[in-house]
């Protein structure tokens, strides 16, 4: 933390002390520090996971022999999740209707556990005014963002939020994708699934909200595209979201959807990969898209007093799809999901109740051969409570429990560990077996601080996202945040307000984003 603060210091007085900025002291330039801290202390385990023995698979997605039968003995763990420090600032080159915004936002792991790589969260730089704003950079997806402002009531992403439901198809993947320093710290693979993302070499829009409607757009670069030498199909990755939102009062509406090409989420559940297929005409090139929807519903009862009651309803559909030309080949897999939490505040106290389900879904094998997702169901019920000494400052227990149907593998952040690494020094892997249910409960810290460290000639400190509170204790506070998350017609990430990601200066006030874990 001394290190990023430090650059910190660097990075105003380079680009805010400079001879062309000390000429103007009224030009309202400003830099802020902000960050969030959530270190969780909870006891976890799974028990119940299905036994190959005298078990028969019905579902082609997992083969009888991938039943396990492995649990996870109950064990003591700290975790960080989005905890994160950021600097952000804007300089207005005309006025108020247009500014340069940015913001470098990192992980900040309090559990002394994974990596504080620079940039890792909500980081970009942009424009902004009346007309809205665009940026380019690391950002959490429209889909991401609609939930991270408005779900969560602690202000971030932490172990037990939604994400152990909404986003993922399950299968031992969370729901969040992730950059590969982190991958590489906690022995993961990569993530093509999620669609809780945060998108690197991404352009997003954000418009301003008009009559109460706001509208983001973002594309992710395919940067990566391949060539393709002998025998390696030159794959076309990348990955488009949008959202629209409209709010009124006590009324917030969300919608989102988000493609993914040539990401190949098939792979996880047995199916088809980035190969080539041969064909009478010759090797043809496999290609895959990847399609969720999620919707939102928040009601907030009694708003802006001490005794608000908050409602809020979330659903996503996710479908995976390649295309391939043999028959017998897992194709198509596709599921939906809801979480439903309410939240009741009473002064400085915070209760919270939550039931989320993922159902079995659908699939297909190419060629049109039968195919059937039986036992790929979960139940995650979830509680909570809250006591904020002050706005910025509260302590929280929090238990939760997921139940596996008997081949469903869903599981709560970060996953627990299951075996050791094949490569010597490299951490355990983590995995949860079929059926296995984990219950987890704890106790945990959050705080979270801003601070302006330069602002000439008296100019507002970078706007936060603070769009119209989903609860008295969801003010965006530090982390204008994931999943860092990271205004509607701004943004920040995961945080897990779902990023403790911050939105930009000068953007229509939101609430902050919720933000992606740190750690697993």
């Known amino acids: 933390m001394r290190r990023l603060t430090t650059l910190g210091w660097l990075a105003a007085a380079l680009i805010y002390g400079s001879p062309a900025v000390a000429a103007d002291e009224d030009d309202g330039i400003t830099v802020e520090v902000y960050g969030t801290l959530l270190p969780f202390f909870e006891n976890v385990g799974s028990t119940g996971a299905t036994q190959a023995a005298g078990f028969e698979t019905r579902t082609n997605l997992l083969g009888t022999g991938a039943h396990t039968g492995i649990n996870h003995e109950r064990r003591f763990r700290m975790t960080s999740g989005t905890s994160n420090i950021g ?57 991401r963002w ?46 093509a699934v999620g669609f809780f993302r945060h998108e690197p070499n991404s352009v997003q829009y954000w418009s301003p909200t008009v009559a109460g409607f706001s509208l983001r757009v973002m594309y992710s670069a395919n940067e990566h595209r391949i060539a393709g030498q002998p025998g390696e199909p030159p794959n076309n990755p990348y990955v488009v979201s949008g959202s629209i939102g409209f709010d009124w009062e006590w009324l917030r509406l969300r919608y989102s959807a988000e493609l993914h090409k040539d990401l190949f989420g098939t792979r996880v559940v047995r199916g088809a990969g980035p190969l080539f297929d041969l064909t009478p005409a010759g090797p043809v090139r496999r290609a895959s898209t990847d399609v969720g929807h999620l919707g939102l519903i928040a009601i907030r009862v009694n708003r802006d007093t001490e005794y608000e009651t908050r409602f809020v309803a979330v659903g996503d559909y996710l479908s995976y799809h390649t295309d391939v030309a043999p028959p017998g080949i897992i194709n198509e897999f596709s599921r939906p999901a809801f979480y439903a939490l309410v939240q009741q505040t009473l002064g400085n106290h915070n209760i919270w109740a939550a039931y989320g389900q993922a159902f079995e879904g659908t699939c297909a094998i190419s060629g049109g051969l039968p195919c059937a997702t039986v036992g790929l169901g979960a139940a995650y019920p979830s509680g909570g409570y809250m006591y904020k000494f002050a706005e910025s400052t509260g302590i929280y227990a929090l238990g939760y429990y997921l139940v596996n149907d008997v081949s469903a593998r869903y599981t709560p952040f970060p996953l627990l560990d299951s075996r050791e690494s094949s490569v010597e020094g490299q951490p355990n892997l983590g995995e949860i077996a079929a059926g296995s249910d984990t219950l ?13 460290l330069f602002s000439s000639g008296g100019g507002e400190a970078p706007a936060k996202a603070i ?40 953007v229509e006030p939101e609430e902050e984003p919720e933000g992606e874990p740190v750690e697993e």
Do not use: C
């Open 146 to 191: 609609v939930s991270v402002t408005s779900v969560n009531p602690i202000p971030g992403g932490y172990t037990g939020d939604l994400t152990a439901i909404i986003g993922t198809p399950g299968h031992s993947v969370p729901a969040w994708n992730s950059d590969q320093l982190f991958r590489a710290a906690f022995g993961l693979p990569e993530n």
């Open 467 to 506: 769009e119209e509170k989903p609860a008295r204790h969801e003010r965006p506070a530090a982390a204008a945040p994931e999943e860092g998350e990271p205004t509607e017609t701004s943004e920040r990430e995961e945080a897990p307000a779902e990023d403790t990601e911050a939105a930009p200066p000068n």
């Open 440 to 452: 987890g409960i704890g106790l945990g810290f959050v705080h979270s601080f801003d601070v302006t």
């Open 87 to 143: 600097f952000r600032g804007d300089f207005p080159i005309i006025g108020e209707d247009f500014k340069l915004i940015w913001q470098v936002e990192s992980p900040a792991p309090v559990d002394g556990e994974g990596p504080s790589n620079w940039a890792a969260r909500n980081s970009h730089v942009g424009f902004t005014g009346g007309w809205g704003t665009l940026v380019y950079g690391n950002w959490d997806t429209p889909m």
